[in-house]
């Protein structure tokens, strides 16, 4: 199974702050990549897939990058709403698998 | 509106068995692949198991082969997973997720999960 390892795992930002989560695949997955937003107690959300379309509803602050091996999901002047965890998640190969995820927390 | 709804979690012992269901509403079903995710509190996301459209074809992660049954009843807007052999590592959230049309394995629609507990 491709392994997919995320750094930092958590990280502390202020309102307005600019955030960079980093995703890597142990192998080569193109740009099949998902990042999901979940906040305690609630179901994963969609953010971004083929690393870098945004889904529908989702604010342009969220912005992905990346091929291959190497991602990034931005969140650009964070909002009260944007304190939660994140995963990404490949869907190059199956199994689909996630990453361990990054918390965002308030400074 | 899409929604997707599990039930069925519950208590159980080891060795034990259950049956989790997810009813869908707000798509049409039929034209969907559906997954079955689960999380441990406080750890990552792992897929469980995915049932495509036709219902034909389903696949197990390597932990729950054999153990576990992914179904789905087209008629009734559901998608089960019966698990049966139930150990303690098998304690966790299970999400029912949506696979969207493009025929890659992403997740635009998730259940709010139900608790799996497995423990003596």
């Known amino acids: 199974d491709i392994q997919m390892t995320q750094s930092p795992s958590s990280v502390s930002a202020s309102v307005g702050d600019r955030v960079t989560i980093t995703c890597r695949a142990s192998?080569?997955?193109?740009?099949?990549l998902a990042w999901y937003q979940q906040k305690p107690g609630q179901a994963p959300k969609l953010l971004i897939y083929a690393a870098s379309t945004l889904q529908s509803g989702v604010p342009s602050r969220f912005s992905g990058s990346g091929s291959g091996t190497d991602f990034t999901l931005t969140i650009t002047s964070l909002q009260p709403e944007d304190f939660a965890t994140y995963s990404c998640q490949q869907a190059n190969t199956f199994p689909p698998t996630f990453g361990g995820g990054t918390k965002v927390e308030i400074k | 509106e899409v929604q997707l709804v599990e039930s069925g979690g519950g208590f159980v012992q080891p060795g034990g068995s259950l049956k989790l269901s997810c009813a869908a509403s707000?798509?049409?079903?039929?034209?969907?692949?559906m997954h079955w995710v689960r999380q441990v509190p406080g750890k990552g996301l792992v897929w469980v198991s995915r049932i495509p459209n036709d219902g034909s074809s389903a696949s197990y992660a390597d932990s729950v082969r054999g153990r576990i049954t992914i179904s789905r009843d087209d008629a009734k807007n559901t998608v089960y997973l019966e698990m049966s052999s139930l150990r303690a590592e098998d304690t966790a959230v299970y999400y029912c997720?949506?696979?969207?049309?493009?025929?890659?394995?992403?997740?635009?629609?998730w259940g709010q999960g139900t608790l799996v507990t497995v423990s003596s």
């Open positions: 192998q080569n997955i193109n740009t099949w």
């Open positions: 707000g798509f049409t079903f039929s034209r969907h692949w």
């Open positions: 997720a949506r696979e969207v049309e493009t025929g890659m394995a992403i997740f635009d629609s």
